[in-house]
Nanobody, 125 residues
Framework: QVQLVESGGGSVQPGGSLRLSCAAS????????IGWFRQAPGKEREGVSC????????KYADSVKGRFTISRDNAKNTGYLQMNSLKPEDTAVYYC??????????????????WGQGTQVTVSQ
């Protein structure tokens, strides 16, 4: 079982930045794509961004394009999500996931090898 632990969440004002980290233990994260997903109160979990095993391919939801940047450091067994120009609508619990295939879709639950526990991001004045 791949164990993932997110960190870096917090409260920021609109326009601020946060960097989320997703550290893996028990298993090499480099064998998996990494996905970042978020879930706001009363809403379904949605895909934010994903990155391939090598880091050579990335995808972003339209709502975060140009503001968020996904990356990974396989030597550190860690993935990252840099979030800039944050908006109140970005407020949610953010989850990282180890994926067999890099996708923003959650239709195929078997594609998720492991979820992190989630980290809260709150954007408000």
């Amino acid at each position: 079982q791949v164990q993932l632990v997110e960190s870096g969440g917090g409260s920021v004002q609109p326009g601020g930045s946060l960097r989320l980290s997703c550290a893996a233990s028990e298993f090499p994260l480099e064998d998996y794509s990494i996905g970042w997903f978020r879930q706001a109160p009363g809403k379904e979990r949605e895909g934010v961004s994903c990155i391939s095993e090598s880091g050579g391919s990335t995808k972003y939801a339209d709502s975060v394009k140009g503001r968020f940047t996904i990356s990974r450091d396989n030597a550190k067994n860690t993935g990252y999500l840099q979030m800039n120009s944050l908006k109140p609508e970005d407020t949610a619990v953010y989850y990282c996931a180890a994926l067999h295939i890099a996708t923003l879709s959650l239709v195929d639950s078997d594609n998720v090898r492991s979820w992190g526990q989630g980290t809260q991001v709150t954007v408000s004045q």
